[in-house]
């Protein structure tokens, strides 16, 4: 028994003092591993009588017990002064500059709609989308443009192969303006919302590439008329452009969905081999530049929506973004927008921050 205790606290007096965690396991190894003499010491118990046993079994158990404690608490004890050791020599210098990780940009077609979107929420308009992939009652038949239309060819438009479920064929939008039909059949009316978005025309030069941006502008609602149209659009400009000298010019025009059907022209003058927008194109040095389509939505196209055209009126119009973009940051060849060359987007890129707020102005810094 005392032999036994002697033991037990020599071995608990050598695990208090191991001073590397190694050292610790050696020392569990020769007192609890396999070989170890409190394991020889258990395995003893089995060959006694039950008198016997009875007396032992406690005491080896007990220097079992001591000597795991005592393991388990040199342990923590160990593990604790490394992490104080860690603390004190591992220090971050917050000081250093941050690692120059490669950078992405926002797109300038994507910030011109957050700029836009931006505009027209403070004008009470809500944003909507629509598909890329139409079917032509959407993009042609319910805007006033039936099967024979002469319009339709005007519209270089890449068919699919298929129809839908009810027969219609699908094609690539030609335009944003389907997105006035699945509004005004989808929320009724009144409506003001503006729909930008990607569209598509079979066509390719420097300022036509087959997949461009617009976005469309509707409102529907009682005794709405051009003047309406003409002083949105002069607001959403000036906002725009951060001018207030942008002079417009309503020329008649055709569309099958409007009528009246608007362009609308902008004054610009030559800077520096620039054209910057502001002033009247009859100004001297001053020319007009066609900017956009619009008009009072064609009553048909009220009808094919399902709203009776006697009760709802409107005005819609539908404009390149690519187009504001490119007047706005000064960009001149369209194609280079869809390269994804990292150095164009590096230099017409924006910064996430910059984000357009009505309140820090619209006109980030290109
Ligand atoms: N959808 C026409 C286009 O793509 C633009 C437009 C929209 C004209 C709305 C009038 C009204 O050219």
């Given at each position: 028994?005392?032999?036994?205790?002697?033991?037990?606290?020599?071995?608990?007096?050598?695990?208090?003092?191991?001073?590397?965690?190694?050292?610790?396991?050696?020392?569990?190894?020769?007192?609890?591993?396999?070989?170890?003499?409190?394991?020889?010491?258990?395995?003893?118990?089995?060959?006694?009588?039950?008198?016997?046993?009875?007396?032992?079994?406690?005491?080896?158990?007990?220097?079992?017990?001591?000597?795991?404690?005592?393991?388990?608490?040199?342990?923590?004890?160990?593990?604790?002064?490394?992490?104080?050791?860690?603390?004190?020599?591992?220090?971050?210098?917050?000081?250093?500059?941050?690692?120059?990780?490669?950078?992405?940009?926002?797109?300038?077609?994507?910030?011109?709609?957050?700029?836009?979107?931006?505009?027209f929420?403070?004008l009470g308009f809500?944003?909507?989308?629509?598909?890329?992939?139409?079917?032509?009652?959407?993009?042609?038949?319910?805007l006033?443009?039936?099967?024979?239309?002469?319009?339709?060819?005007?519209?270089?438009?890449?068919?699919?192969?298929?129809?839908?479920?009810?027969?219609?064929?699908?094609?690539?939008?030609?335009?944003?303006s389907?997105?006035q039909?699945?509004t005004m059949?989808?929320?009724?009316a009144p409506v003001r919302i503006i729909a930008?978005?990607?569209?598509?025309?079979?066509?390719?030069?420097?300022?036509?590439?087959?997949?461009?941006?617009?976005v469309e502008g509707l409102v529907i609602d009682k005794g709405i008329h051009l003047g309406h149209l003409k002083w949105t659009l002069e607001t959403f400009?000036?906002?725009?452009?951060?001018?207030?000298?942008?002079?417009l010019?309503l020329?008649p025009s055709?569309f099958?969905f409007t009528e009246p059907s608007v362009e609308v022209?902008?004054?610009?003058?030559?800077?520096?081999?620039?054209?910057?927008?502001?002033?009247?194109?009859?100004?001297?040095?001053?020319?007009?530049?066609?900017?956009l389509g619009s008009g009072v939505v064609n009553r048909?196209v009220i009808?094919?929506a399902?709203l009776?055209p006697?009760?709802w009126q409107g005005f819609a119009f539908g404009v390149?973004?690519?187009?504001?973009?490119?007047?706005?940051?000064?960009?001149?060849?369209?194609?280079?927008?869809?390269?994804?060359?990292?150095?164009?987007?590096?230099?017409?890129?924006?910064?996430?921050?910059?984000?357009?707020?009505?309140?820090?102005?619209?006109?980030?810094?290109?």
């Open positions: 028994m005392d032999e036994l205790n002697n033991r037990t606290q020599t071995a608990v007096a050598a695990i208090e003092a191991a001073a590397t965690h190694d050292a610790l396991d050696t020392l569990r190894v020769e007192a609890l591993g396999k070989q170890g003499w409190v394991s020889q010491l258990m395995k003893t118990l089995g060959k006694m009588t039950p008198e016997e046993r009875q007396e032992k079994a406690p005491q080896i158990q007990g220097a079992r017990t001591a000597i795991a404690d005592a393991i388990d608490a040199r342990k923590a004890a160990l593990d604790a002064a490394e992490l104080e050791r860690k603390l004190a020599t591992e220090t971050i210098d917050l000081t250093l500059p941050a690692p120059q990780l490669p950078k992405g940009s926002v797109h300038p077609v994507s910030q011109v709609m957050d700029e836009l979107a931006e505009i929420a403070d809500a944003v909507n989308t629509g598909p890329e992939i139409e079917d032509d009652w959407h993009n042609f038949t319910a006033n443009m039936p099967e024979s239309h002469p319009a339709r060819a005007m519209h270089d438009t890449f068919y699919f192969p298929d129809h839908d479920a009810d027969g219609r064929r699908m094609l690539l939008r030609t335009h944003t389907p997105v039909i699945r059949v989808a929320e009724g930008p978005g990607r569209v598509y025309r079979s066509d390719s030069d420097a300022t036509h590439t087959p997949m461009f941006h617009q400009l000036k906002a725009f452009f951060e001018r207030e000298d942008i002079v010019r020329r055709y099958p022209d902008v004054g610009f003058e030559v800077v520096d081999g620039r054209r910057v927008l502001g002033g009247s194109g009859d100004a001297p040095g001053h020319a007009w530049m066609e900017l048909r009808e094919f399902g009776d006697d009760e390149g973004v690519d187009r504001l973009a490119m007047l706005k940051y000064g960009m001149d060849d369209l194609r280079a927008f869809f390269d994804g060359d990292r150095r164009w987007l590096d230099h017409y890129g924006f910064s996430p921050f910059d984000q357009p707020t009505l309140s820090a102005g619209v006109g980030a810094k290109a």
